[in-house]
């Protein structure tokens, strides 16, 4: 569906496109769907050769087009896998699918905290490769005891092959022996009163314990399921999801959205979308028939209701706990009530169209090191994150924050006009009418015309409205336009620092050999152990580091060195 300024506000798939569409048209409708309804001014269609199609091209032009009437899961992360290498010398990664065929994967995990402390622990417990590229030296793990140092030892591919089946069986939770021959390590060393070592064996064991705590609901079967159910109230729908992986309950979300259109086939988008970042297990399990054959066509699990059993009453639980939701929804301040409307209200008290598509800057710096900028965007209300954007600052004036801003303004919206892409209908600034002016210069440099406003601060620096170019503030009663734009202003402050502090921890990190066009790992290590001091590789000539490395790559270090 297109408005009148032809811009998508609505896109949905049918398999009887007259039925769809005129539900919409010769019901009664209130809320969104009377809006949407209203504000249609034409349609656009695309045929497909099957409903897979559809659901895919649905999914890929929402994902494009963001369309204000559209209905989006919020949460949309990825579960976390341990993946461990297939061939070589074993070591363990974080993975956030299983599309590289090249590992063996365990999981998915709760939370990324609970997967990188497993492979911690692995990593204490067995000799695993713990370094990204091979080094030319053994490294510190390899004294330690915790690694056979592949970089230097040739270690046998049976040797390889029995760390990869030890490890695959203790991330299948077979850690028993494990902890047996900890056990007795602790008590050796304790009875040598080697009391550092018997604490740290305690740690490990204490360590495999906690991963190995039973979960309050497990399936018998052992099987991967997904247990869905969902209830309405007062123009509100609750998703509840129960996720089973092996037999055990991995985590639960609910996701609260306003009701549109027929409840069953939201409740089918919606779980469509879920599956869009989560795995497919073997089964899913949903209250309702009606969706169950929605459904069944679609993804390839089983997929089926029930009505008796231990998994009816898995089901009732999922019900129960989003019966609960909207509880705690509704007795909520429910910043997220509507915000369309929210949206709506901020147009009018600035004057200007909804602004659907908001973009805010920010900058960072520490005492003027590492300066860099950030925008964010947010799209009907909620961020976009994969159209984020971060900047390295280029002027020389790093600690001037109006210059800065000056250059990201002018660097973003130069580039989108050249690419001929979206721009926004609102651009928001921290920090008073200065920044304002710079981001104003900005944007007339560009030749683009977008409405400008800064987020003016009260005694408390807590935001309380906007001003414009001219200096005049709009003042913010409405306490859920507050909120949304507090936490807007930081989302992008969060962003802006992260970037900072990244930049600064490499900058920590950095060598004199960085940055050289050419100079990768290798021949960095073939520098330092032809001059492992600094004074003697000043003292190289170009022809003695040509022996080492290309001229033009040797032109360069030289320079760099003097």
């Known amino acids: 569906m297109h408005d009148k300024d032809d811009k998508i506000i609505y896109i949905g798939k049918a398999k009887d496109l007259f039925k769809r569409v005129s539900q919409y048209f010769l019901r009664p409708q209130v809320g969104k769907v009377a809006k949407m309804a209203f504000e249609a001014e034409y349609f656009e269609t695309i045929i497909t050769n099957n409903e897979k199609e559809a659901l895919i091209l649905e999914m890929n032009l929402i994902q494009t087009h963001y369309p204000k009437f559209n209905i989006l899961l919020k949460d949309g992360s990825h579960y976390p896998y341990i993946g461990l290498k297939k061939t070589g010398y074993p070591f363990l990664q974080i993975k956030r699918n299983t599309k590289d065929k090249s590992f063996d994967y365990f999981g998915p995990f709760p939370r990324s905290s609970s997967a990188y402390e497993t492979i911690d622990l692995c990593n204490k417990i067995y000799p695993l490769r713990k370094c990204n590229h091979i080094p030319g030296t053994a490294c510190l793990y390899y004294h330690l005891g915790q690694c056979l140092a592949p970089c230097i030892n040739d270690v046998s591919v049976e040797t390889e092959n029995q760390i990869r089946e030890d490890v695959k069986s203790f991330l299948r939770g077979n850690n028993s022996d494990v902890k047996t021959e900890l056990t007795k390590k602790m008590l050796a060393a304790s009875d040598a009163c080697d009391f550092e070592n018997a604490k740290e064996y305690k740690s490990l064991i204490d360590a495999i314990s906690h991963i190995n705590i039973p979960q309050n609901m497990e399936s018998n079967d052992k099987k991967d399921r997904d247990i869905f159910a969902f209830s309405s109230r007062e123009g509100y729908l609750s998703l509840a999801v129960l996720l089973f992986r092996k037999g055990a309950l991995l985590d639960k979300k609910v996701y609260i959205v306003e009701e549109f259109d027929n409840n069953e086939e939201q409740v089918a988008d ?90 805010l800057f920010d900058n960072s710096h520490l005492q003027g090191s590492s300066p860099v900028g950030a925008v964010v965007v ?51 600034v921290d920090g008073g009418l200065n920044q304002i002016i710079a981001a104003d210069k900005a944007l007339k440099q560009a030749d683009v015309k977008i409405n400008l406003f800064g987020l003016v601060k009260n005694n408390k620096h807590q935001t309380a409205g906007l001003m414009d170019i001219n200096g005049h503030v709009f003042n913010i009663e409405n306490k859920n336009i507050f909120f949304m734009l507090t936490r807007m202003q930081d989302e992008v402050h969060r962003f802006a620092i992260t970037f900072h502090q990244s930049l600064r921890n490499k900058k920590m990190k950095s060598s004199l050999l960085d940055d050289i066009k050419g100079l990768g790992d290798k021949r960095k290590e073939l520098i330092n152990k032809a001059y492992p001091d600094i004074n003697l590789l000043k003292e190289a000539t170009v022809e003695e580091l040509s022996q080492l490395l290309p001229k033009d790559v040797a032109e360069e270090l030289y320079d760099k060195l003097h």
């Open 270 to 359: 919606l779980i469509l979308q879920f599956y869009q970042k989560v795995p497919l297990p073997q089964e899913v399990v949903i209250n309702n028939e009606t969706v169950v054959d929605l459904l069944s066509d679609l993804i390839d699990a089983s997929v089926f209701s029930i009505s008796k059993g231990k998994l009816h009453d898995l089901v009732l639980t999922a019900k129960q706990n989003a019966n609960n939701a909207l509880d705690e929804y509704f007795l909520s301040a429910r910043l997220d009530d509507d915000k369309l409307a929210l949206l709506e209200e901020l147009g009018q008290i600035i004057n200007i169209e909804t602004p659907l598509r908001i973009e």
């Open 378 to 428: 947010f799209i009907n209300g909620e961020p976009a994150k994969k159209l984020y954007r971060k900047y390295k600052i280029e002027h020389e004036e790093a600690r001037d924050d109006l210059k800065s801003m000056e250059e990201i303004v002018f660097r973003r919206y130069s580039r989108l006009k050249e690419e001929n892409k979206e721009m926004p209908n609102l651009i928001l």
